[in-house]
C-alpha cells in the first residue's frame, strides 16, 4: 500500500514556510496503513507541477494527494497542472460554482470583504479536471478533487492547513478504508548500535508490524516506533524486543 | 542559478517529524540568489535515495544539498546511497576517523558514553564517496561531504538540525560565492487579485528582482515578497508597485 505526497507553492521554496502539510498527511496516511515513499514539493508552476506528477504516477503507488495551489490568485495553477498531466481537460463544476457564490456571499454579509462578485479568480476555482468528484471545502472557498487515474487514486486539497485538514478528515480518510494503525513510540537505551538492527529485522519476521529506528542523542538511546493494526499487537513485538535483551520505555513526544 | 534540496528521514515519510531543515536550506540558498526547483523526500532506502538522486542530476541544477541519514546507526544509509548513484566507491577518510575518534572520547571523558570504542557502526562514518572533500561537523560525529559531480555541487549534510545548520553555514555557504539576496516582505490591500498579475510582471521586466505572492485571508490581502540583491532594490521595485495604485504595507512575520 504505497502512497506519495506532493505538495505545492513557493513560500516553501524559499523557505519562507516550513511544510507542515505534507507530515500532516504523511501520518493520517502511515495510520491507515499506507507506506508512504516519497514527498515531493514543487513551486506554483503548471510545467513543474505536471512534470513532478507524471513522475509519482509512473512510480504507481495507491495514493497521491496534492495539497497548495487552490486559490483564487493568479499563481494558484495546481489543478490546471493536474488536468494537463492526465491529459483530461478542466469542465466547470456547477455545484463548485454554486458553493463558491454562497461562500463569497457570507464573506461579505459579514463583512470580510467588499465586493461578492464572481470575478474571474473566484471562478476559476470551480474547474477542476473532467470526470473528478468535487470535495467540500467546510472551511473555505476552493474546492478539491478526487480522481481515479490509471488505478492511482488522486486527491488535490488546499494548502492552508485548515482546509486542508479539515478535507482529508472528512472526504480523504474515509475513502481509503477502515484499516487504521496505531504506533506505539519507545526509547531503547543501547550501548552498541549495530546490536539492535538484526534484532529488529527478527521481530519484524514474527510479527505484523513495521518498525522505524532514529537515533537520540549520543548513541546511548535510539527511538523506536512500533506500527501495528493493533496495540496489543504493537505491545507483542515490543515484548519480544525487550525479551531479547532490549530494554525499551514508553516515550511520550 | 537553480538549485534543490532533498531530505531523508523515515521520521519525515511517516510524518513524526516536520521537515524544518528543508525549509532552512532552501531559505539560505533563496538568499545567495539560488532558485530552489524542488524539494524531495525520501526515506532511509539506498535503493530510493539513488533513484531521486539520479533524477535530480538529470535536471541539472548548480546546487543539489542532502541532508539526514549519516549517523552511525544501520539505517543511515545516505553515504553510500550518494556514492552508488555518482557511481563511486566509498572510502576510507583517515582524518575523519581522527576527528570521530577524538569525539566519542570526549563524550567519553565527559560522562555521555559507556564506551569510547570505534564500534562498526562509528567507523561507518568515516567513510565518504571518493573524491569527496569532508565537511566538518562542529556540533557531531558525522561528517559531511562536497562532491562536484558532472557540474553539480552536491553537499550531504547531517539531519540533527543543529549539526546541519552549523555545517550549512560554515561550510557549504562559503563555497556558494558572495551574491546576497535581501527578501522585503509586504501586504497588500487588495480587492481583485486579477488586477495584480500584470501589474507585478510589469515590475519583474523593470527591475532586477523575484517577486511571490499568495493570499492571506480571504482575498482582501496578499502578501507579496521582493527578492532583490539589495534592500535599495528591493524597495524601488515596492515603490513602483504603489505607483501603479497596489497599497503597500510592511509586514513584520
Not at 461562500?103 to 473528478?132: Q, S, V, W
Amino acid at each position: 500500500m504505497l502512497a506519495e505526497v506532493m505538495t505545492v507553492g513557493d513560500e516553501l521554496l524559499t523557505g519562507n514556510t516550513v511544510d507542515s502539510n505534507s507530515a500532516f498527511i504523511a501520518k493520517k496516511l502511515t495510520e491507515r496503513g499506507y507506506w508512504v515513499r516519497r514527498i515531493t514539493t514543487v513551486g506554483d508552476d503548471v510545467e513543474e507541477i505536471k512534470k513532478a506528477i507524471n513522475e509519482v504516477l509512473g512510480r504507481r503507488p495507491e495514493v497521491l494527494v496534492i495539497s497548495g495551489g487552490l486559490g483564487p490568485t493568479h499563481d494558484d495553477v495546481t489543478m490546471l497542472a493536474v488536468a494537463e498531466a492526465l491529459g483530461r481537460r478542466l469542465v466547470l463544476c456547477n455545484e463548485c460554482l454554486e458553493k463558491i457564490k454562497a461562500f463569497y456571499e457570507r464573506l461579505y454579509r459579514e463583512g470580510y470583504i467588499d465586493d461578492p462578485a464572481l470575478n474571474e479568480g473566484r471562478r476559476k476555482m470551480a474547474y477542476l479536471p473532467e470526470g473528478a468528484k468535487p470535495l467540500e471545502n467546510s472551511e473555505g472557498a476552493a474546492p478539491g478533487a478526487y480522481i481515479e487515474h490509471n488505478g492511482v487514486k488522486i486527491f488535490v486539497l488546499p494548502g492552508m492547513p485548515r482546509e486542508m485538514k479539515a478535507m482529508l478528515e472528512r472526504e480523504v480518510l474515509p475513502r481509503l478504508g477502515e484499516r487504521k494503525f496505531v504506533q506505539l513510540k519507545f526509547l531503547a537505551e543501547i550501548t552498541d548500535e549495530s546490536k539492535l538492527a538484526p534484532i529488529l529485522k527478527e521481530a519484524l519476521e514474527h510479527f505484523n508490524v513495521r518498525i522505524h529506528s532514529s537515533p537520540k542523542g549520543f548513541g546511548k538511546y535510539i527511538g523506536v516506533i512500533i506500527f501495528a493494526e493493533s496495540e496489543e499487537g504493537a505491545e507483542k513485538a515490543a515484548r519480544f524486543l525487550e525479551e531479547r535483551g532490549i530494554s525499551l520505555e514508553r516515550w511520550k513526544l
